[in-house]
Structures are given as structure tokens and as C-alpha cells.
């Protein structure tokens, strides 16, 4: 079982940055893949970006050059920073764990205003 729990959301300008973090409660090299995901208003959760145990990095078309997922071993914890943000990357965040089952945190706010 893994538990997330993520932070940094908030609001920001158009063109700004942020930085969310996810920790987790065990060894994130032990997690198959580790993710963010994200969810805007009446629209689906979707991909954002994704880090393997091994070390490979995937990412949404609409976010390539701008989010980098990254990951630190002594916190536990996976980063999405996020750059030259624009109002459709408003959405709730979701940090997932795939480890033989999906585990998700509760979500954190972004909100980038124009």
C-alpha cells in the first residue's frame, strides 16, 4: 500500500511557475511508475506526466519544454515543476503510484489566472 499526499498548488499569473510535490509513505524506487494526472472542470482526468523506476519520464503533448517530473530518493518524493503556466493548465492535480494497484492522493488546486 502506498499513501501520497501532495502539495504546492495555488494560484498563479499566466506565465508563472509552480511546484508541486508528492510524498509518499515508502520507497517511490519501489513504485512501478509514479504520476501526475490532472482533472479541469467537466473534462476527464488526464495524463500529465509520468517517471518509471527506472528513471524514464513521459509527458503530455500540451506540456512538453514547460513541466519537468522529477524525483528525489531521500524525501520519498516525486516534483512537477511547472513552467510558463497558461489558464488551461487549471485543473486539480493528482499524484498517482502504480504498484500493482493505482493509488492516488486527494489533489491539489491549480488555478492560473489570465
Known amino acids: 500500500q502506498v499513501h501520497l499526499v501532495e502539495s504546492g498548488g495555488g494560484l498563479v499569473q499566466a506565465g508563472g511557475s509552480l511546484r508541486l510535490s508528492c510524498a509518499a509513505s515508502?520507497?517511490?524506487?519501489?513504485?512501478?511508475?509514479m504520476g501526475w494526472y490532472r482533472q479541469a472542470p467537466g473534462k476527464q482526468r488526464e495524463l500529465v506526466a509520468t517517471?518509471?523506476?527506472?528513471?524514464?519520464?513521459q509527458y503530455a503533448d500540451s506540456v512538453k519544454g514547460r513541466f519537468t517530473i522529477s524525483r528525489d530518493k531521500a524525501q520519498n518524493t516525486v516534483y512537477l515543476q511547472m513552467n510558463e503556466l497558461k489558464p488551461e493548465d487549471t485543473a486539480v492535480y493528482y499524484c498517482?503510484?502504480?504498484?500493482?494497484?493505482?493509488?492516488w492522493g486527494q489533489g491539489t488546486q491549480v488555478t492560473v489566472s489570465s
Open positions: 517517471i518509471t523506476s527506472g528513471g524514464s519520464t
Open positions: 515508502r520507497s517511490i524506487f519501489s513504485i512501478n511508475v
Open positions: 498517482n503510484a502504480l504498484s500493482g494497484l493505482n493509488y
